[in-house]
C-alpha cells in the first residue's frame, strides 16, 4: 500500500518557518554573570536566525546542592529577573524563555517557574513546575512548591500555539497530552537534567517520545555539564532529531513550520484516533 508523500517543508528561512533555538549553559550563583551569559546566548541565536529563545530551567540562580540560597534568590514575577528578560527580549526583537525561582507567600518555599516574555518585553505566559524532582536521591519538594493544576497558559509564534512544562515533568506524558490539548504545537521545556547511569539515555527517550505521541515539537533546553547532561535539543513531530548540543555551552537552532505539523498528522493521526482523554487530575 503506498502512502502519500507529505508537503515539502518550506525551506530555513522562508516565511512559513520560523527558527528556535535551545540555548545551554551553565547558570551559577552570581545572577548578573547568568544575564550575561544569556545575553551573549541571545546575540548568537538572533545571529544564526531564531525568533524565540530557550534557555534551562534555573536560568536566573543555580547551585549544585539545593539550600536555604535558593529561597533566599527567589523573586517576584516582576521582580529583577524577569525584567532583565523582558530587556533582552526587546532588545533583540525575539521571545526569550527561561526558568526562574519565584517567591511564595510565605517564603519558606519557591516556585519553580518558567517564564515567557516577548519582543516587546512583557510577560505572556508562566508556568510553575508540577511535578517536583523528588527521585534519584533529590528531594526537590524540601525547597520548591509544586504549581497548582491550572489550565494551562499559551502563547502564539507566527501561527503556532506554544506550551511551556519543566525537566521532571517530562516523564509523565499527561502533562505534554494537557498541552496539547490546550492547542499547544511547540513545547518548550527549560530543564536541570541531573548527570548520572543511564539519566542522557531517559532524556533523549522522553523528549523524543512526548514529541512524537503528540505529534509536535518540542525544545528541550538543559544545563551544561558537569551537574547536567547537556544535549539539549530540538524534535520534530515524527520524532526526528533536528538540532542537539552535546556538552557545550552553545545554541542550536531549528527550523519549525505549522505545515510539517500538519503533514505528520495527515499521516499520523495518533491525537484524532485516541480512545482515551487525558483526566482532570
Not at 521571545?95 to 517564603?107: I, K
Amino acid at each position: 500500500m503506498k502512502h502519500p508523500l507529505p508537503p515539502r517543508l518550506p525551506a530555513a528561512g522562508s516565511a512559513a518557518a520560523i527558527g528556535v533555538a535551545v540555548a545551554q549553559f551553565r547558570p551559577g550563583a552570581d545572577r548578573a554573570e547568568n544575564l550575561r551569559a544569556m545575553r551573549a546566548l541571545t546575540a548568537t541565536a538572533v545571529d544564526r536566525g531564531a525568533a524565540l529563545v530557550v534557555f534551562p530551567e534555573y536560568s536566573a540562580f543555580f547551585e549544585p546542592v539545593m539550600g536555604p540560597a535558593f529561597v533566599a534568590a527567589a523573586e517576584p514575577l516582576d521582580g529583577p529577573f524577569v525584567v532583565a528578560l523582558g530587556e533582552l527580549a526587546a532588545e533583540f526583537g525575539v521571545y526569550v524563555v527561561a526558568g526562574m525561582l519565584e517567591q511564595t507567600a510565605g517564603r519558606e518555599r519557591f516556585s519553580n517557574t518558567v517564564v515567557a516574555v516577548n519582543p516587546a518585553g512583557r510577560l505572556v505566559a508562566k508556568y510553575r513546575k508540577l511535578h517536583l524532582y523528588d527521585a534519584f536521591g533529590d528531594r526537590e519538594s524540601d525547597w520548591v512548591l509544586a504549581g497548582e493544576i491550572e489550565p494551562p497558559e499559551t502563547f502564539g509564534l507566527a501561527g503556532l500555539s506554544v506550551g511551556l512544562q519543566t525537566c521532571y515533568d517530562i516523564r509523565f506524558p499527561e502533562v505534554t497530552r494537557r498541552l496539547v490539548d490546550a492547542g499547544a504545537e511547540l513545547v518548550l521545556v527549560p530543564a536541570e537534567w541531573v548527570r548520572g547511569p543511564l539519566k542522557e539515555h531517559h532524556w533523549r527517550t522522553l523528549v523524543t517520545a512526548r514529541a512524537l505521541e503528540n505529534t509536535i515539537y518540542l525544545a528541550a533546553a538543559d544545563h551544561a555539564p558537569p551537574v547536567g547532561a547537556g544535549n539539549s535539543m530540538v524534535v520534530d513531530p515524527m520524532g526526528v532529531e533536528l538540532v542537539t548540543i552535546g556538552e557545550a555551552t552553545d545554541v542550536a537552532v531549528a527550523w519549525v513550520s505549522a505545515q510539517r505539523i500538519a503533514a505528520v498528522r495527515a499521516l499520523n493521526p495518533a491525537l484524532a484516533l485516541r480512545r482515551f482523554g487525558v483526566g482532570p487530575r
